[in-house]
């Protein structure tokens, strides 16, 4: 007799969902519950934890459950689990709720998505996650950097009843639950599964790896980006697909799938590792490729990577029997000329008499900034098109110039004769972004609070990168004293162009000397409160593109200055 069991790995995994009709009659009463509205990421956990992406949690970490994971990556029951999935919460909104109180969770547009029953409320140590998660409590780590400044103070825990899942208006067809792609791969009499995990095109070396990867293992391929949250900088996703979508025909059709991820990743390294094997195990898949520092977040404060090259396989490989999913260690693919094709770079016996070529991501970078060619060995001439498509050289681009420094340092004049010469070269649209102005035309509301004075700056920065989206130029002089607010801002530009920070360094004495407003004396004499340089701090920029010293040149040389700088940086033509 033949017995036609199904493998563990495919069978359907626990939702959080309720029935159809339940859920009708839950989002109704639910109308009635304090509601909170979700951050993107907060979106993209919820959507993962209701899915069974995230099986076996059942809702945001309790307390217990996200001291054990921090602490030794194990959750209370003793399950191995690397990441903090926290439900981060403002002090006020803290004050609302009690426990064993239900909220509702909302999207962006106020459509409740689930109910939280919630178990605990506390305020976490961040420091100590940072340290224990990330490997330091630096803010160079971008999750770092959003757990310090971005993430609410309190954190609460509790199951969540799914109502429904967030609305995705792109590449629905290419988007998967877990159930559904264990049903695929059942339906398909796939049996290993060997996943892709990649926030990047994919270039010929890519193609190379996974199919030495899925040959290696003897199984098929999912290739499965991810579209979520990445790391600030990184190509926006809708990019990203269409160059994947460019090259998916240059795969085997009955061995090769892509599904999309709606995940927020951590840049967290040898844990991210782990946790996207347990994410992939709950997809179906049976392998995982993970590469040479895996999810790397770049460099930290000291200039020193966050991680060690093979950190991440060696935590994968010491957890790998328990997740029930198998490593496949990623392999440096490089281009030997002479055989007109890749080869694994340890594996090349006679690299001293071939030759060997590679681009590196940065010199990619540079290439598609300076419209430069870039060969058909390294990339699909697909891919490329796309890829200038969103990413036109530089001179081509819309940028950001955002002047920070003391009241009265001449940031302003600096960035009136600026906007002046750009618009004499002409070929792009000039906005300036004055201080004055934009408290005039878009924070009339706002007082001079840290609160407010960050809000502004934010403004500014939204406004910037719309301009700078669209292809124009945002010329920016706020005093912005805060560094925290200057590099959110920098981020948000940075999805788009070129941002440029240029430090008007002039001594808050000279600045005082200066006062054609009269404003230090109040300060001096308490009559403006928290003024930037006399009662509130002002964080000199450490790493600015430039910085400008106006005591000792005239306003014309500044600017020069200025203009030398983007002809640098390829932002425009000499």
């Known amino acids: 007799m033949i017995v036609n069991t199904m493998p563990q790995d495919l069978a359907p995994i626990p939702e ?11 989002k109704a009463e639910a109308g009635e519950l304090v509601s909170h509205d979700l951050s993107l990421r907060q979106i993209c956990d919820l959507e993962l934890l209701m899915n069974g992406g995230f099986n076996p949690l059942k809702g945001f970490l309790s307390e217990a459950d996200y001291n054990g994971v921090v602490d030794n990556m194990r ?13 981060d919460v403002t002090d006020t909104f803290a004050d609302k709720v009690t426990i064993g109180q239900d909220i509702a969770l909302r999207d962006q547009e106020g459509v409740i998505l689930a109910t939280m029953t919630v178990t605990d409320k506390w305020v976490p140590n961040k420091a100590h996650e940072a340290e224990k998660v990330y490997g330091a409590n630096d803010s160079a780590h971008p999750a770092v950097n959003y757990l310090h400044n971005t993430a609410g103070n309190v954190y609460l825990g509790g199951p969540i009843t799914g109502i429904q899942q967030p609305v995705h208006y792109d590449f629905r067809g290419r988007r998967d639950t877990p159930n559904e792609l264990r049903a695929l791969f059942r339906k398909l009499g796939w049996r290993k599964v060997v996943a892709f995990q990649t926030r990047n095109p994919l270039h010929r070396a890519h193609q190379e790896l996974t199919f030495r990867a899925a040959r290696e293992a003897q199984a098929n391929l999912l290739i499965h980006p ?42 967290a390294g040898p844990r991210e590792a782990v946790w996207h094997g347990l994410i992939r ?24 990577d966050f991680y060690g090259p093979y950190d991440a396989q060696d935590l994968f490989r010491q957890h790998q029997d328990e997740m029930g999913i ?27 008499k071939v030759t060997i070529l590679d681009i590196s991501g940065t010199e990619l970078r540079r290439r598609l900034a300076e419209g430069l060619d870039i060969p058909e060995w390294f990339s699909f001439p697909q891919v490329v098109e796309e890829l200038r498509k969103s990413r036109p050289a530089r001179a081509k681009q ?11 340092s001449g940031k302003s004049t600096i960035a009136n004769a600026l906007v002046v010469k750009l618009m004499e070269m002409g070929g792009r649209p000039v906005t300036l972004l004055d201080g004055d102005i934009v408290r005039k035309n878009l924070s009339s509301e706002l007082g001079f609070s840290k609160e407010h004075r960050d809000l502004n700056i934010r403004r500014i920065g939204y406004v910037a990168s719309e301009i700078t989206k669209n292809g124009g130029i945002a010329i920016c002089a706020p005093i912005a004293p805060y560094a925290t607010t200057r590099r959110a801002v920098r981020e948000d530009v940075e999805q788009f162009g070129a941002f440029v ?35 509130d701090p002002y964080d000199v920029p450490t790493h600015p593109e430039l910085s400008l010293d106006t005591e000792n040149m005239t306003v014309d040389t500044c600017a020069h200055q200025v203009i030398l700088k983007l002809e640098s940086m390829g932002l425009i033509k000499g």
């Open 501 to 535: 920070e240029i430090h008007v360094s002039t001594s808050i004495e000279e600045c005082e000397r200066r006062d054609r407003k009269g404003l230090y004396k109040l300060a001096r004499a308490g009559k403006i409160a928290e003024f930037t340089g006399i009662s």
């Open 326 to 352: 198998e490593m496949v260690d990623f392999k440096q693919m490089v281009y030997v000329q002479d055989r007109a094709q890749y080869e694994p770079a340890d594996e090349i016996a006679d690299k001293d």
């Open 281 to 304: 195990k709950n997809h179906g898949c049976t392998h995982f490729i993970v590469g040479r520092d895996h999810a790397g977040p770049g460099k930290n404060s000291a200039g020193q």
């Open 398 to 408: 819309g940028f950001t110039v955002f002047f920070t420094g003391f009241s009265g």
């Open 16 to 26: 959080l969902y309720v029935s159809y009709e339940s859920a009708q009659k839950l």
């Open 226 to 267: 991810v579209v979520g949250m990445t790391k600030p900088g990184d190509i926006d996703h809708f990019t990203r697909v269409r160059c994947y979508e460019a090259v998916l025909d240059q795969y085997p059709s009955a061995t090769t799938t892509m599904s999309l991820l709606n995940l927020a990743m951590r840049m």
């Open 75 to 87: 959750l209370a029951d003793g399950a191995l689990w690397p990441m903090p999935i926290t439900l």
